[in-house]
């Protein structure tokens, strides 16, 4: 089974800027579809934030649009977030996701989660 590794969440003001990293190991012979980034804020449901599918084109919540960049970088198995102007509707819990698919089945993949707190 794949594995999602985060890192990089954090406290940070307003108009500040995150960088969030996201590694997959494990898994054996496994394909990497789509992978993104959701987030979930305290009493809300967990939203997608951006995704990337394998070779296409990346596509954004409507109100971080502008704001957040997502990158892959197929030879590493990482999905990374650029977080610019962030603010305080930013903060939430980060999650790294993966569409996995293997010799058997194909599967989602979550990461444990990565806290990101914007306030001054």
């Given amino acids: 089974q794949v594995q999602l590794t985060e890192s990089g969440g954090g406290l940070v003001q307003p108009g500040g800027s995150l960088r969030l990293s996201c590694v997959a190991s494990g898994g054996g012979i496994s394909s990497l579809n789509t992978m993104g980034w959701y987030r979930q804020a305290p009493g809300k449901h967990r939203e997608l934030?951006?995704?990337?599918?394998?070779?296409?084109?990346?596509?954004?919540?409507?109100?971080?649009?502008?704001?957040?960049?997502?990158?892959?970088?197929?030879?590493?198995?990482?999905?990374?977030?650029?977080?610019?102007?962030?603010?305080?509707?930013?903060?939430?819990?980060?999650?790294?996701?993966a569409e996995v698919s293997d010799q058997h089945r194909d599967y989602v993949?979550?990461?444990?989660?990565?806290?990101?707190?914007?306030?001054?």
Avoid: E, H
């Fill in 109 to 120: 993949a979550w990461g444990q989660g990565t806290q990101v707190t914007v306030s001054s």
């Fill in 49 to 97: 934030v951006a995704v990337i599918p394998f070779g296409g084109s990346p596509n954004y919540l409507d109100s971080v649009k502008g704001r957040f960049t997502i990158s892959r970088n197929y030879a590493k198995n990482t999905v990374s977030l650029d977080m610019n102007s962030l603010q305080p509707d930013d903060t939430a819990v980060y999650y790294c996701n």
